[in-house]
């Protein structure tokens, strides 16, 4: 999400339109690209607790809100699943959306390679399992797709872009390769 935020935000989204200050952001020293992986992090860790349909986002989203989170993250966070009915109208939200299931598809691409790394990944490899059904099932090939669509960028070209910004932080997700030499040592 901080990539996307160097993409795509406007300088006229969410955090500048109203100020930084608005969501008490600007005082911890938050940029917009910090609102941007923030709401990428946290829009999920209701999930594990909270799995159905019915409960996420709705619960995560209830407890951000009695611990005063600000709105532009809470609706964030909703608008990323298609049931809740919220839309998705600005840049950062369409992101979020867009980025959701590819990252997980991409980690799943990732982790059956020999090396379990990043750097053995493109799309041209992840446009192939999209294809396998059987491969990470769970995984929502229509919002690969349409979230890539509501960006206004070409599907190729979106996955190219999180496979890249996935190995920037590849050592931190356990994808640059050292799972691999792990399993592999005497």
Not at 96 to 103: M, P, Q, S, V, Y
Not at 134 to 156: E, H, P, Q, S
């Amino acid at each position: 999400m901080r990539a996307c935020s160097r993409k795509f935000a406007t300088g006229n989204s969410e955090a500048s339109a109203l100020g930084l200050s608005e969501f008490g952001l600007s005082e911890f020293g938050l940029s917009e690209q910090d609102l941007w992986g923030i709401v990428g992090l946290v829009h999920d860790f209701d999930y594990e607790k909270y799995p159905s349909l019915e409960d996420h986002p709705y619960k995560g989203n209830e407890i951000l809100k009695q611990r005063g989170w600000p709105e532009v993250i809470n609706r964030a966070i909703m608008s990323h699943a298609e049931y809740t009915g919220v839309t998705r109208d600005t840049p950062m939200e369409k992101a979020l959306f867009a980025c959701d299931e590819l990252a997980g598809f991409i980690t799943a691409v990732a982790l059956i390679k020999p090396g379990k790394s990043l750097a053995e990944v493109d799309a041209k490899s992840v446009r192939k399992r999209m294809k396998d059904k059987a491969f990470a099932r769970k995984v929502n090939r229509d919002d690969i797709i349409n979230g890539a669509a509501d960006l206004g960028v070409d599907l190729d070209e979106h996955i190219a872009f999180c496979i890249e910004a996935l190995r920037g932080i590849a050592d931190k997700l356990g994808l640059d390769g050292s799972a691999a030499k792990v399993i592999e040592a005497p």
